[in-house]
């Protein structure tokens, strides 16, 4: 069924020309739905996405962790996550779980642990992730096992036309701790996919089609069918060489090259052709944004697009990196001018304003939640249909506590979780949250992590 | 009477002096001083980044993708000086590991947004120099047919191919690529269309974005070590010395066999380095191996360090690339300049940071300035760019200098801290009353399990203590006098200068800066497996005067650089 949905990337691109593609943020997919709006009218189930929403340098627990617990009206908002208030619904909250292999060491480490399970490079977890011979900081750290996000994708992100997308808000800053703050998205070893923070860029990739700016030929300024063409024979004639490349690699650098071929395979077939299908008349491409210095916009913008292409159906796997792991930005926005990082780390004044700052990051987290919320889908929402796994790397960052991580959940993934609920997992895993998200986004998996291996499921959480 | 041998002085100091130090506790130090896990012996071939490179079964050449920088510089070569192809290319950042983008490139893979960017690069690069609307064909050298079915054609595809694949075209490639012109010009009626089309396909094959190496079967060591053919000597040494493709007289000089013997690799490395691509590139390794071109990423302060901003980053970066074509791998100078050159380059914002009189005017540029011994200022340790990049957002950060110093210029990595222990003791004010920043570091590492490594790491940096995290210099912190003074390696240094006098005289730096030349050449991690032939190298430098250019000579020649010993 999903094959019947490709959109049309060439109508989107018409329409965005055309001025015509102003912010009407509707569904794509309400028309195509039967009369309940539970499921497509040919048979299939509305799809369900997966979003991971990462941010660096942890959390001050006191202004996270809820007083209250259970579901419904029986707890309530913390400080930290009041900007939720609308969308307190579809939130689940998981606190107290634990890091419980190993000896837990800090930024890099953490990052490995929510998002790959650990790293089965540094399996003992007795030797840290830097501790190559001629690393000079920490750049040796790098994702050696799949993402969350990745997993899924493989699961799920077959049909859509970008098995999954990267977006961010924050370029790293501060000491090199190597792939790990880059990206969200490994594949594997130093294979990451980095997110793109330009909105105006982030919108070419999902509805432009022209690559680079390039001039069509002939004499509109819409990219003609011939273009299309054009860049296809390229493409064919560049994995043509690939296939005689790959005859000279050992295995890991021919597996290097395969994943640039899948790569340029995934683009050609973004490219329009004649024979696809139309787009649902519903599926509108908001104006292209302009230059956006100012980071709320940014971010708002970004949430817009990331919802935009989930009920466009462009995607159904998206991980969005507010600021990576032990990041030293700073946020004049909400009057911090010093670090984060260096904040998580100094005196209470210092953790006042770390703590500023990770208000403002959940008030987007939140806008982005809302704004799916406002998208509908079906008979429901975006927040329906959708899970996002709100986590960073450690809890609270002074001392790299990594007990009571702070899980924030969002979504309903298709109804399989209660929401508006705050659980208590005392003495659980983080592996386990994440095994949980990954079967509910249907991965055939039952077991996970390097460290923390859990084959237990936290049925607390679902409906 | 031979020098004594690198590695059992030197390395072997080191590791006596890391072992004695009682900085490591708890596992094995590799021979060459660097920590490993005491059951990691066989864990080489274990890696699971390792690659097993062309060349199956035998040797072991990393696969590299260009670099950024590789990218830019070639498509100099292919289209020439006169295109200006006026782009902001919009490719994704080079990957850093082990400190080289070199060596990120041979790990990383082209994931789906990086190949749309080469895409969108390409064809935005081939429009451009085949625009319909300009005269194109003066790019081919002559007019082609308007349905690009003839020798004009052709003979520039192979031209061009050759440059960008740094090897003649095969003929079914000519072939292939002559149909994609023709085509494209029959789809579009535009020959223009026509080239750009293959213009485009040639810059996004695999053949032009990555290094493609080859070992000569022909052409062993008498050791058995592989050694790279014609091609691909002419591929490593251009891109090594001017960062860019090889041009065509490179190319010639391969098929003619120049680089099977060592003069030939001589001779065409000296033709390298009088080019002005060599100028300009040749400081790239130290800018890398410093890290400095990463200074705009550490965000100072702003409420201690209004100043410090994307623009004085960007001024303290430029400095040192000036400073490193200028004064230290120009031709005839001591590269040990590195750590003792009191002359500099400043522009007007620089001027006022250091403190100098008579700053230039402002829009005035860089100029050359003699630094007074008063500025306590002395090579690279006394650049803004190098003193930032190394500090903290809010503090001169002690112990990262003092790692990094040991790190990079002597090559020894101390081991990680113990597990469970907070290491951010760099944690800007405390509640305690005023301290000096040294004060508070010393604070922090009076606990026995940590003073070992700290006492190798900490005073190094606490030589640099007159320079404050953007690099300004103070003589006091809070009111209270700092203090620069230390013992390193045995010596009692005060401040900067003489850290850099300590530097340049001792020989650990001239076998480090050479092994991670070789790492940086080759694109490894590890250089140890072939530390005896880098050793051979890095004895070379005192002959030699210490002049970087002459030691590129020799070292390209060298086995460290022109061949590769076989997979175990």
């Excluded at chain 1, 790098?142 to 994708?153: G, H, L, R």
């Excluded at chain 1, 940014?298 to 969005?320: E, G, K, P, W």
């Excluded at chain 2, 003791?425 to 920043?437: A, C, F, L, Q, Y």
Aim: net charge negative; charged share 20%.
């Amino acid at each position: 069924m999903l094959d019947q949905l490709k959109i049309s990337r060439r109508f989107a691109l018409r329409g965005a020309l055309s001025g015509v593609g102003v912010s009407l943020w509707l569904p794509v997919l309400d028309v195509m739905c039967n009369d309940h709006g539970t499921a497509f009218a040919q048979g299939g189930e509305l799809p369900t996405s997966f979003g991971v929403f990462y941010w660096g340098n942890g959390i001050h627990h006191n202004y996270w962790v809820p007083d209250t617990m259970g579901s419904g009206d029986a707890w309530q908002l913390s400080s930290h996550l009041e900007a939720f208030a609308e969308v307190k619904d579809y939130l689940t909250l998981v606190s107290g779980t634990q890091m419980l292999d190993g000896v837990f060491k800090g930024h890099g480490w953490g990052v490995c642990y929510v998002l790959a399970g650990g790293d089965s490079h540094h399996a003992d977890v007795t030797s840290d992730i830097d501790s190559h011979p001629v690393s000079f900081e920490t750049d040796e750290s790098t994702q050696f096992d799949p993402t969350v996000d990745q997993i899924v994708a493989d699961a799920i992100g077959g049909d859509t036309p970008f098995a999954s997308l990267e977006t961010g808000i924050l370029p790293y800053k501060g000491l090199n701790m190597g792939t790990v703050s880059l990206a969200i998205a490994h594949r594997g070893p130093y294979d990451y996919l980095p997110p793109e923070r330009d909105p105006a860029k982030l919108f070419d990739r999902l509805f432009g089609n022209i690559p680079g700016g390039s001039p069509p030929p002939g004499d509109g300024p819409t990219p003609s069918d011939i273009t299309h063409q054009l860049r296809r024979s390229v493409l064919d004639a560049v994995l043509e060489d690939a296939k005689r490349l790959d005859q000279k690699l050992g295995a890991a650098d021919s597996m290097r090259l395969e994943r640039h071929m899948e790569s340029i395979r995934a683009i050609e077939q973004r490219i329009p052709s004649p024979g696809d299908n139309p787009p649902p008349a519903s599926c509108q491409v908001p104006a292209e944004p302009g230059t956006i210095e100012e980071i709320t916009e940014q971010s708002q913008t970004i949430n817009r697009l990331i919802a935009t292409a989930l009920s466009c159906n462009l995607t159904r796997v998206y991980s969005h990196l507010w600021s990576g792991a032990r990041d030293d930005n700073t946020y004049p926005v909400v009057g911090v001018n010093a670090d984060h990082h260096g904040q998580t780390h100094g005196n209470n004044a210092a953790q006042e304003q770390a703590a500023t700052i990770e208000k403002y990051i959940f008030d987007q987290y939140a806008d982005l939640a809302t704004v799916m919320r406002d998208t509908p889908m079906g008979a429901g929402n975006l927040l329906d249909q959708t899970l996002i796994y709100g986590i960073t790397e450690v809890s609270n960052p002074k001392n790299h506590v990594h007990v009571d991580y702070p899980i924030t959940l969002m979504g309903r993934a298709g109804g399989m979780l209660r929401g508006n609920l705050h659980h208590q997992a005392q003495g659980q895993k983080v592996t386990e949250v994440v095994l949980t998200l990954m079967q509910v986004m249907g991965v055939e998996i039952d077991n996970w992590g390097t460290w923390d291996n859990t084959s237990s499921i936290m049925s607390e959480i679902l409906a | 009477m031979t020098r004594p041998n690198i590695q059992a002085t030197v390395i072997g100091a080191s590791l006596s002096l890391l072992l004695s130090s009682g900085c490591y506790d708890g596992r094995d130090v590799d021979p060459e001083g660097a920590p490993q896990d005491v059951a990691d012996d066989g864990d080489q071939d274990e890696d699971p980044t390792g690659d097993d490179g062309v060349n199956v079964g035998d040797y072991d050449v990393p696969l590299r993708l260009l670099t950024r920088s590789e990218y830019r510089g070639s498509l100099r070569v292919l289209f020439g000086d006169e295109v200006d192809l006026g782009l902001d290319l919009d490719l994704v950042p080079d990957t850093v590991v082990s400190g080289f983008h070199s060596v990120g490139a041979a790990e990383v893979t082209v994931g789906e947004m990086a190949a749309e960017k080469y895409e969108a690069a390409a064809w935005a690069v081939a429009n451009r120099v085949f625009a319909a609307d300009s005269d194109w064909s003066a790019q081919m050298g002559c007019q082609p047919a308007a349905t690009l079915d003839d020798a004009c054609t052709t003979d520039y595809i192979q031209k061009l191919g050759r440059l960008a694949f740094r090897r003649p075209l095969t003929s079914e490639e000519l072939e292939l690529w002559a149909a994609i012109a023709r085509d494209a010009t029959a789809l579009t009626d535009e020959p223009a269309q026509g080239m750009a089309t293959v213009v485009s396909g040639i810059l996004q094959s695999p053949f032009f974005l990555y290094r493609v190496e080859t070992i000569d079967p022909d052409n062993a060591s008498e050791s058995g070590r592989g050694r790279f053919d014609g091609a691909s000597m002419a591929t490593r040494l251009a891109f090594l010395l001017t960062g860019a493709t090889p041009d065509e007289a490179m190319l010639d000089r391969a098929a003619q066999g120049e680089f099977d013997t060592r003069q030939g690799i001589q001779d065409a490395a000296r033709a390298l380095l009088d080019s002005d691509e060599a100028s300009a590139h040749l400081g790239e390794f130290f800018v890398e191996l410093a890290s400095v071109d990463s200074v705009g990423n550490i965000d100072k302060d702003q409420e201690s360090f209004p100043e410090f901003d994307e623009a004085l980053a960007a001024s303290m970066l430029e400095e040192t690339r000036l400073w490193l074509r200028e004064r230290v791998v120009a031709p005839g100078t001591d590269v040990r300049s590195l750590f003792d050159s009191n002359e500099t380059f400043v522009d007007t914002r620089l001027a006022e940071l250091y403190g100098l009189a008579a700053p230039p005017e402002p829009g005035a540029g860089f100029v050359p300035v003699a630094l007074p011994p008063e500025s306590g200022r002395a090579g690279l340790l006394g650049h803004a760019s190098f003193l930032s990049r190394h500090s903290s957002p809010h503090s001169s950060a002690p112990t990262r200098r003092g790692f990094f110093l040991l790190s990079a210029f002597l090559c020894q990595v101390p081991p990680p801290p113990p597990p469970d222990v907070d290491t951010d003791v760099d944690s800007g004010e405390e509640d305690e009353g005023p301290m000096t920043t040294r004060q508070r570091f010393e604070q922090h590492v009076t606990d026995p399990s940590c003073a070992g490594c700290h006492n190798l790491m900490d005073p190094m940096g606490y030589t640099l203590e007159h320079f404050d995290p953007i690099g300004r210099y103070r003589t006091d912190e809070h009111g209270l006098p700092v203090d620069a003074t230390a013992e390193v390696f045995g010596n009692t240094v005060n401040g900067a200068a003489e850290l850099g006098a300590w530097l340049r005289d001792t020989p650990m730096t001239d076998a480090c800066m050479v092994r991670n030349l070789y790492r940086y050449s080759n694109a490894l991690k590890d250089d140890l497996p072939d530390i005896e032939v880098i050793e051979q190298v890095a004895e070379q430098l005192p002959g030699l005067d210490y002049q970087w250019r002459e030691l590129l000579v020799d070292f390209v020649a060298s086995e460290a650089f022109r061949s590769i010993a076989p997979v175990p």
